[in-house]
């Protein structure tokens, strides 16, 4: 299983750690996250999890966490999740730019990311 993030969060994470799973930090915005897992969904990877969970619009936050594992044949289910997510926040881009956030909210944001992403993961490996 591979986790790629811009999250900061995820680096020290125990859970990840001790149940083996591949990090990839990318210090990338959203959209680079997206364009990230669009490659390697190229490259035979799946999605695990939907590249828009949650309830925060693509262009209020500024952390995107993704799951994926390694497969035999491209997965067109996935791509076509990426390539939707990546029209959608365009879409949302266009309508309003996200904020140059101050720091207390882009910790809210981060900690929302790792919050639902951690749980998913809890359920993914249970």
Known sequence: MLLIT??????????????KIEIRYLEKDYRGVLEFARDLIHENYELLTHPLYGSVKPNETIFRTLVLSKGQTLDYNSLVLIEEALVTLDKFQK?????QWIESVREDFSVIDYDIMKKT?????D
């Open 6 to 19: 811009n999250n900061e969060k995820f680096l020290n994470d125990d859970i990840v750690k001790s149940k």
């Open 95 to 99: 309508n309003k730019k996200t904020p």
């Open 121 to 125: 993961i809890n359920r993914i490996l």
